[in-house]
């Protein structure tokens, strides 16, 4: 994981502390909306907890795949466009080295005991 402070801003840009934020959901609290589990899972992105990424999702994906994009970024901003119950519409500014990699989309989330979960998501 990265050296990130529980002290500084949460990545997700609520304005609170990460370890007021984010960081209880990396830790085990269940995200109560799919909103919730779309922030944390762009703040464990950016402090490099790819296991809460694979946790939080309907299939599994390569996690060295995942490490070296989390390792390689930084997540500079995310930004909602807007949000129902089961899909979150974002903006996120990542910037790989001088590349700017940043992308719109669309994810979808399913609920199944008790949790939300990434399911899916589409680039606009």
């Not at 899972?41 to 809460?52: E, K, L, M, N, P």
């Amino acid at each position: 994981m990265k050296k990130f402070s529980p002290n500084n801003p949460c990545p997700c840009g609520s304005g609170k502390k990460y370890k007021k934020c984010c960081q209880i959901y990396h830790k085990g609290a269940i995200a109560k909306d799919a909103l919730t589990l779309m922030k944390s899972r762009f703040s464990a992105f950016a402090v490099g907890d790819i296991a809460y990424i694979i946790k939080t999702s309907t299939f599994q994906k390569d996690f060295d795949d995942l490490k070296s994009f989390s390792d390689m970024c930084e997540f500079r901003r995310l930004e909602i466009l807007e949000h129902s119950e089961d899909s979150v519409t974002f903006r996120a500014t990542i910037f790989c080295g001088e590349a700017d990699n940043s992308f719109t989309e669309k994810s979808h989330f399913i609920y199944q005991d008790g949790r939300w979960f990434y399911e899916s998501g589409e680039i606009l």
